[in-house]
């Protein structure tokens, strides 16, 4: 048990210090790109509520309307979401905007995505969610980050909370997974990313032959493509250390939503095979079934309780420095109470979520995945 811990603390320690070659440092690289015109890939399905406010952000950025492209994809949407767009385009004509409809042999955001990429005009492939918010100097960072030699561009996204329990919750363990990727991404080892703010070359896109090789599993279209560009190009991977460039997307409004959202993000996963990552994920979870097995043998006797709540204080600690300074570079605040009740809830979420996703299908839009 001890052993156990002792591990996850230098995990700890080499999350910290990634998250911050990755923030503070620049890697060393070639010429910056100058002004290389971008193209924005918005699949969407069912976004009708939200995709005006995308395309407002996306209108509003300092990058200069003549230098990028906004290319929306609809997946067979049952809404509005086509009409919305449409009426936005009209009242926003210094916008470059490309409404595409899926045909009905192609579903799924994958198809999506590479609709918009064949049809997109720009040197760097930009994609998004429709339910995200951008800031004004999104793009402008993420043409900074695209040096010669840089193929691929991380964005962080954070989690807009509506001051529920239940959201800043989601903000805290969201802001796990964003800083892991970001940590891991400042030691040269891509892990995750998310594809409501990821940024690559078209031609890298070409080269890996997109999404190929990974169109059967329903979510992922991010984290297997990251990896196929880092297995060609393992020193062209960046993380966008620009607090600009950080993407906002809503907390899930139920507790439905949410178990879906994660069942589908935890059963990729299994997809993943042998390697870091995949490593990384058994230990989480072989983490967390101690520390709720932990309490069980102090009460015991098997172990003592100085030792059970020292090893206890030690993890609180030591995840609050690595946790804290992600949470505010995402979201600009953080939640102390929300993380030590997070201390509680977190290890049971693990282990459930992480056996469930084996079992358990989820559904995505009206749609079984």
């Known amino acids: 048990?001890?052993?156990?811990?002792?591990?996850?603390?230098?995990?700890?320690?080499?999350?910290?210090?990634?998250?911050?070659?990755?923030?503070?440092?620049?890697?060393?690289?070639?010429?910056?790109?100058?002004?290389?015109?971008?193209?924005?890939?918005?699949?969407?399905?069912?976004?009708?509520?939200?995709?005006?406010?995308?395309?407002?952000?996306?209108?509003?950025?300092?990058?200069?309307?003549?230098?990028?492209?906004?290319?929306?994809?609809?997946?067979?949407?049952?809404?509005?979401?086509?009409?919305?767009?449409?009426?936005?385009?009209?009242?926003?004509?210094?916008?470059?905007?490309?409404?595409?409809?899926?045909?009905?042999?192609?579903?799924?955001?994958?198809?999506?995505?590479?609709?918009?990429?064949?049809?997109?005009?720009?040197?760097?492939?930009?994609?998004?969610?429709?339910?995200?918010?951008?800031?004004?100097?999104?793009?402008?960072?993420?043409?900074?980050?695209?040096?010669?030699?840089?193929?691929?561009?991380?964005?962080?996204?954070?989690?807009?909370?509506?001051?529920?329990?239940?959201?800043?919750?989601?903000?805290?363990?969201?802001?796990?997974?964003?800083?892991?990727?970001?940590?891991?991404?400042?030691?040269?080892?891509?892990?995750?990313?998310?594809?409501?703010?990821?940024?690559?070359?078209?031609?890298?896109?070409?080269?890996?032959?997109?999404?190929?090789?990974?169109?059967h599993i329903a979510s992922g279209d991010d984290e297997f493509f990251l990896r196929k560009v880092a297995s060609r190009h393992p020193r062209g991977i960046r993380f966008n250390n620009q607090s600009v460039g950080v993407v906002e997307t809503h907390a899930s409004k139920s507790i439905t939503d949410f178990f879906s959202q994660r069942i589908r993000w935890a059963g990729k996963w299994k997809a993943h095979g042998a390697g870091f990552s995949a490593a990384l994920a058994f230990f989480i979870f072989v983490f967390h079934n101690s520390t709720i097995l932990l309490p069980v043998l102090a009460g015991l006797g098997i172990l003592s309780w100085t030792v059970a709540l020292s090893l206890l204080a030690a993890k609180v600690l030591l995840e609050a420095v690595f946790l804290f300074p992600v949470v505010r570079f995402c979201t600009g605040k953080i939640y102390p109470l929300t993380f030590l009740m997070l201390q509680f809830i977190y290890p049971f979420y693990v282990v459930c979520f992480g056996l469930a996703a084996n079992f358990l299908s989820a559904e995505w839009k009206g749609r079984k995945i």
Not at 60 to 83: A, I, L, Y
Not at 189 to 195: D, F, R
């Open 1 to 215: 048990m001890v052993m156990v811990f002792g591990a996850y603390y230098m995990l700890l320690v080499f999350l910290c210090l990634g998250w911050w070659r990755s923030v503070k440092l620049r890697a060393a690289s070639g010429h910056q790109v100058s002004q290389p015109f971008i193209s924005v890939i918005i699949p969407v399905r069912n976004e009708a509520d939200t995709i005006a406010h995308l395309l407002d952000s996306l209108a509003q950025q300092d990058f200069g309307c003549k230098n990028f492209e906004v290319v929306v994809v609809n997946d067979h949407s049952v809404d509005k979401t086509e009409g919305v767009v449409n009426a936005w385009t009209k009242e926003n004509p210094e916008i470059s905007l490309a409404l595409l409809n899926q045909d009905a042999e192609h579903h799924g955001k994958k198809a999506a995505l590479t609709g918009g990429i064949g049809h997109a005009k720009g040197e760097i492939m930009v994609t998004t969610d429709g339910d995200c918010v951008v800031q004004p100097g999104w793009l402008s960072s993420i043409a900074a980050a695209f040096d010669d030699d840089a193929q691929l561009v991380v964005g962080a996204v954070g989690l807009q909370e509506d001051r529920s329990l239940f959201s800043t919750l989601q903000v805290m363990e969201f802001a796990s997974l964003v800083g892991t990727g970001a940590a891991t991404l400042g030691w040269g080892i891509p892990t995750m990313c998310n594809g409501a703010n990821l940024a690559f070359r078209k031609s890298v896109f070409e080269e890996v032959n997109g999404y190929q090789g990974s169109e």
